[in-house]
């Protein structure tokens, strides 16, 4: 029990028995609320206590979000990719439709306690989309991602921020709750399913900043709407490409 807790039991009864974690956090808060109502505790220790059971409080609220957490990830579904990329007519890649994967876990969220929400913050060239995963106990967790507009296939300024937050949301609700998305006809074993990795985006994106590249552009040249679609089989030809221009800049 803490030092502060320990004297003022002293000063009002005996401490109650304990009887594993559970009881010794049920025991402190008892403490607690006697202290509040005992006039002659001393204000620096009350503080003490309060400081005591916020951080009580705010454990317990964590541990039920991981618990609720841990129950919703076991409901979820796979999500269907609906939705579809196209570059001159042609299908280059398909993605789960944001207002599909709602739908699906809306219910699911509120049967577990969890509410979702999101907030924009615009920045040069792009905008900074954040997730928040609430829990009713009080608990949350929040991620984000920078992202540029997202100017390809000769979108206009509104199709590019409306598309920029779509694929921001979908993002965001995979990092904060593990959603899974699976194309309809794609087993995962077509011929050149295999897409670059998270060190590899990294690096195309590093260089298309260093040599001031056309994104939307380079993008289109590959048939690909994120460098996270990127076929595997292209990275080297996409970095020699960037390369080369860096040489003749």
Known sequence: MNDAAKQVVGQNEQPIA????????????????????????DPA???????????????????????????????????????????RGVVQSRYAKYEDIHEVLKPLLA?????LSFTTETVDNGINIYGTLQHEEGHSKTA????PFDTSGSKNNVQAVGSTLSYGKRYLVGMLINMVTRGEDDDGQKAGAQTI????????????EE????????????????LENMP????KRAIKMLEDKRKKS
């Open 18 to 41: 304990t009887g594993g974690q559970n009881s010794e956090v049920s025991n402190m808060l008892t403490v607690i609320e006697r202290a509040a109502t005992n006039p002659d505790v």
């Open 45 to 87: 220790k009350m503080q003490q206590l309060l400081d005591v059971q916020e951080r009580i409080l705010n454990k317990q609220a964590e541990s039920a979000f991981n618990r609720a957490l841990a129950a919703l990830e076991s409901e979820l579904p796979v999500i269907t990719q609906k939705g579809e990329i196209k570059i």
């Open 111 to 115: 049967r577990n306690g969890f509410s």
């Open 144 to 147: 984000y991602i920078p992202l």
């Open 197 to 208: 990795d998270e060190e590899q985006q990294a690096n195309i994106q590093a260089l298309i």
């Open 211 to 226: 040599v001031e590249a056309n994104k939307g552009k380079f993008l289109d040249y590959f048939k690909i709407d994120t």
């Open 232 to 235: 595997a089989k292209d990275y």
